[in-house]
């Protein structure tokens, strides 16, 4: 049997691409503001995760260039053995200062952190308690752990306790959750779950990806903002969103980060995040923790699209932050609901199943503080024409 059969098997996307509403890797020809330009075509950019306007800041893009000039493009190497580099370290020290952890540790990726950090802590006598919508990284980390997996549903404190009860006492617990939901823009409840964590012995990690730079005092993240930083025993967030860049890290208690930087298998066997990056992140951290007036923009343009959007008819479930995702429904009714966007001058990001439930299509929208009212006020227009169109909302 051919091992590549059922590649050339699979017709979805080229059924997709000839009826012209395949909506995945479009190329953008411009930075990654609040307008982009396809196709030589102006397109009002929702769905980017630049949630502090933060990718194209002069300051930023200086302090990478700086960094290829004096340390080159790359470091060829994993972090372990020829890769750290005196920034890397200065960065790790920052990230733990402003977060008050003992310790902070940068991988290339955040999708790296949650598969390395989860991995490498939970053995097979421990269990991994998930909330049922945490992110695909998180999901894979707890695919290659050793324990098993017990999924909770979303944000429901009450069936994490009924879980909780259930495990033995001997058994090591690790509760995982986002702290914003990528999809949904749901708010987790940090401190409901860290009350849960400390009643019944277990170790909390929130994934701030989403919530790092946008909430909490200088941009914090989500477990701050509910006063719980401190009891959160695991930080993790991603540069990939308000840092402007790529890599992620991971904070919490000295021994712990020293056990994850010696066992995590993506620190060790991956090369570390080249100088560009690091220098760029750096800069941006100084950025977040002075960026209160982008946090009020940011949040302001949230709360604007939110009404704006319910007003108008769309379903956007319980999105409570900068995430607003409208409700299509059906699979094919939200990918030609997208193309029509698209055309219209709207760019937003498709989730189909398996991404989502069968028939719980949506299409996710998010803002940045580089968004003019003007901006958004296009943009709504355009969603209630297509909307209306397209029998998303009447
Ligand atoms: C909640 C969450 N965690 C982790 C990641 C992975 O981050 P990265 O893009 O740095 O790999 C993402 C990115 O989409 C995310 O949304």
């Known amino acids: 049997m051919d091992l590549f059969r059922k590649c050339f098997q699979w017709k979805d996307w080229k059924t997709a691409q000839q009826f012209g509403y395949y909506p995945y890797f479009t190329p953008i020809e411009s930075e990654a503001g609040p307008i982009v330009e396809i196709n030589g075509e102006r397109k009002i950019m929702l769905g980017s995760n630049n949630y502090m306007g933060l ?46 952890k003992e310790a902070a540790l940068v991988f290339s990726t955040g999708f790296f952190v949650n598969q390395g950090v989860i991995s490498a802590l939970v053995s097979s006598d421990d269990v991994i308690i998930s909330d049922r919508l945490n992110h695909a990284s998180i999901v894979e980390g707890s695919k290659l752990a050793a324990g098993e997996t017990i999924r909770y549903k979303h944000n429901d404190m009450e069936d994490l306790e009924r879980i909780l009860q259930k495990v033995p006492d001997t058994t090591g617990k690790f509760i995982v959750t986002d702290g914003i939901f990528s999809g949904e823009g749901t708010v987790a409840n940090v401190r409901g779950i860290v009350e849960l964590a400390k009643k019944y012995g277990a170790r909390v990690m929130v994934d701030e990806a989403h919530s790092v ?177 397209h029998k998303v909302i009447r």
């Open 55 to 100: 990718t194209n800041h002069p300051e930023v893009k200086q302090a990478a260039s700086d960094a290829v000039l004096k340390y080159g493009s790359g470091c060829t190497g994993s972090r372990f053995l020829n890769g750290t580099l005196d920034i890397h370290v200065e960065l790790e020290e920052s990230l733990a200062a402003w977060l008050g």
């Open 213 to 389: 730079g946008v909430y909490g005092s200088e941009g914090r993240g989500i477990a701050d903002e509910q006063g719980q930083l401190d009891a959160t025993d695991l930080y993790m967030a991603t540069f990939s969103k308000s840092f402007g860049g790529v890599g992620g890290f991971v904070a919490g208690p000295y021994e712990v980060i020293m056990w994850i930087k010696h066992k995590a298998r993506p620190m060790i066997f991956s090369a570390s995040l080249p100088p560009a990056s690091v220098a760029g992140v750096r800069k941006a951290l100084d950025l977040i923790r002075e960026g209160d007036d982008r946090r009020a923009k940011l949040i302001a343009n949230a709360d604007r699209m939110r009404t704006g959007l319910q007003e108008i008819g769309f379903d956007i479930g319980n999105s409570a932050s900068q995430i607003i995702p409208l409700q299509v429904g059906e699979d094919l009714k939200c990918v030609k609901f997208w193309r029509a966007l698209f055309k219209a001058g709207v760019f937003t990001n498709a989730f189909i199943h398996p991404a989502t439930p069968p028939n719980g299509a949506l299409i996710r929208t998010s803002y940045m503080p580089t968004h003019t009212d003007e901006m958004l006020d296009e943009a709504l227009d355009l969603l209630q024409r297509v909307g209306k169109k």
